[in-house]
């Protein structure tokens, strides 16, 4: 969940979603939309431990950022009646940091890291005994009266999430009994998400703007709700009380998003890939010195989406744009100006 990303880990706390949230936050599996096959499983895993009073069985959830890995982890530990912790895998970077958090953990309650795959291996391997024994090893003191004691934390159930479930290391993927992935959202379910938090905002949107806004969200709730609260900002200093088409279609143009749902940054990768590299391979590196964007932020947010769509494609050589689409974008870049 956005709103809690980020908070202070040494001073963890639960922090009521109600106080933080200026938006809708699903709580219980019926308001959480879409994703229907994971959730039908979810419900049964949650439901049984629940009977049997036991913690859920450790789970890797992975796919890309807000697709619903926090919301989905909040919802099961509300069914299930118990806490849940968040934190976040870079965020940890002592031993230490993790060990208090273990050994302060009720029975049965969930511990959720987020970007899992970004924690030290130091504080990695403190997880294997704590998963698979409910045990931390501790090393206490230092130089030759260092020794090693061995303390029992609560029986709990670990969520990881990550958006690179090829950058698990094997010890600790064998570890999770349950690994999911979260795919992309229909703009369909988009459009009934954007519905449900345009209610929640007091704010009325036709079918047909919920429709074009889930369109251009790609494939994620986070976006979608950005993008509602944006296109909201646009109407209502029109002094205008509900979203339409018309409006939508102006507030998303206003906000360098094209009918695709392509956003400027997507449009600019794919212009220099054609006009600097003919269409590619180029390497990741270079493409994201050329545009300026972070390496991991153009392979965990733009990429997915472009991978999706066929404008990109992965080659060992780095990404290129499929011959078709190339004459596609040419004809679609043709006139316009680089930005850089
Ligand atoms: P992740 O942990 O995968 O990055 P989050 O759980 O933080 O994603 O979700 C991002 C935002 O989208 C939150 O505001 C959340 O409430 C909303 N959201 C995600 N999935 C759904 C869903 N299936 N239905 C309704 N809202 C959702």
Known sequence: MEEIKGFDLINLQEI????????????????????????????????AAKMRKEPLDHMLLFGPPGLGKTTLSQIMASVMEVNIKICCGPLLERT?????????LEPRSILFIDEIHRMPTVVEEILYNAMEHFKIDVIIGQGAGAKSITLPVSPFTLIGATTKAGMISAPLRTRFGITERLDFYEPEDLAKIIKQSSKFL???????????????????????????RRVRDY???????SIDIQETEKALEFLGIDKNGLSTIDNLL???????????????ETLASII???????????????????????????????????????????GQISLL
């Not at 106080?19 to 439901?47: C, H, M, N, R, W």
């Not at 036709?206 to 994620?220: P, V």
């Not at 109407?235 to 009380?241: A, C, H, I």
């Open 16 to 47: 009521p979603i109600e106080e933080t949230s200026l938006d809708f936050v699903p709580k219980a599996f019926d308001d959480y939309l879409g994703q229907k096959d994971l959730k039908e499983k979810l419900k049964i895993y949650t439901q």
């Open 96 to 104: 230490g940091d993790l060990v208090a958090i273990l050994s302060g």
């Open 202 to 228: 007091q704010f009325s949107i036709t079918d047909e703007a919920a429709l074009k806004i889930g369109i251009c969200s790609r494939g994620t709730p986070r976006i979608a709700k950005k993008l509602l």
């Open 235 to 241: 109407v209502q200093v029109q002094n205008k009380s």
């Open 270 to 284: 794919l212009q220099q890939i054609i006009e600097k590299f003919n269409g590619g391979p180029v390497g990741l």
């Open 292 to 334: 300026g964007e972070d390496k991991d932020t153009i392979e965990d947010v733009y990429e997915p989406y472009l991978l999706r769509l066929g404008y990109l494609e992965k080659t060992p050589r780095g990404r290129q744009i499929p011959s078709k689409m190339q004459t596609k974008l040419k004809q679609k870049f043709v």
